[in-house]
């Protein structure tokens, strides 16, 4: 199964989920396993660290958050163009999901990160539902 999700939907609802503790649940709701995997990568690399941790549930993705943020404000210290550009390559990067895996209320999901010919990376998150939303427990790289 190959299937790109639209990252504008994903952005308008990740742009929700930083209006207030009570949309936010509404808005997380909605998110399926792959438009969680996405969100959850786009509010990282975008900066958007605490919008990130409300879409993962375990001390290993917040620890994964602490460090990409602790990378984020030594780059932007050195050149914050830098950093810029790379927020906003990665922001208008396509997705590209392979397959899902199903195991009770956990998904493994395959994905591509492309930003051009150049900047590709292949992925695997494991996502799992609690309490009717699906949270980002793993992110590795794909060989």
Known sequence: M????????????LMAVGCGERSE????????PEETVEAFCRAVAGG???DAAALCDTASMQAYIDRYAEAW??????DSSA?????ATLSEAEFIFDKA???GDTRTVSYTISSGEEMTKRKTATVKKVEGVWKVEKI???H
Request: glycine share 4%; no cysteine; hydrophobic share 50%.
């Open 25 to 32: 649940k509404k808005a997380v709701e909605v998110l399926g």
């Open 101 to 103: 895996i199903k195991d």
């Open 48 to 50: 958007e660290f605490k």
């Open 83 to 87: 950093t810029a550009i790379a927020a």
């Open 73 to 78: 404000k030594m780059q932007a210290k050195k």
């Open 140 to 142: 590795t790289d794909s």
């Open 2 to 13: 190959r299937k790109k999700v639209l990252g504008a939907a994903a952005v308008m609802i």
